[in-house]
């Protein structure tokens, strides 16, 4: 089993940064995978953005590239999602999941392990 947890959410405005925090823990192996959804009440959940441990590869949405940005503390098994220049759009409940051996990180029905969900708000 792995537990998810997020934080860092907040209420920011239009243009402005935030960063987002993922910690798993539990059974953790090198083929984890971590990602990154949101959701708008009263529609689908999207893929925001993953990163495969083992080959350190990042992906990202193609509303979301070169506005966020994937980082992380390996000891701390910590994913981060530095978001610049938000837009009201991206106001959402941003969820973080993991996985190991998922093969197609931006599909959400890989992802076994979901955390709670921390609120964006982007005003504009």
């Known amino acids: 089993q792995v537990q998810v947890a997020e934080s860092g959410g907040g209420l920011v405005q239009a243009g402005g940064s935030l960063r987002l925090s993922c910690t798993a823990s539990?059974?953790?192996?090198?083929?984890?995978?971590m990602g990154w959804f949101r959701q708008v009440p009263g529609k689908e959940r999207e893929f925001v953005a993953a990163?495969?441990?083992?080959?350190?590869?990042?992906y990202y949405a193609d509303s979301v590239k070169g506005r966020f940005t994937i980082s992380r503390d390996n000891f701390k098994n910590t994913l981060f999602l530095q978001m610049n220049s938000l837009k009201p759009e991206d106001t959402a409940a941003y969820y973080c999941?993991?996985?190991?051996?998922?093969?197609?990180?931006?599909?959400?029905?890989?992802?076994?392990?979901w955390g709670q969900g921390t609120q964006v708000t982007v005003s504009s």
């Open positions: 999941a993991a996985g190991h051996g998922i093969e197609q990180p931006a599909v959400e029905g890989w992802y076994p392990y």
């Open positions: 539990g059974k953790i192996y090198r083929n984890i995978v």
């Open positions: 990163f495969r441990w083992s080959e350190r590869s990042p």
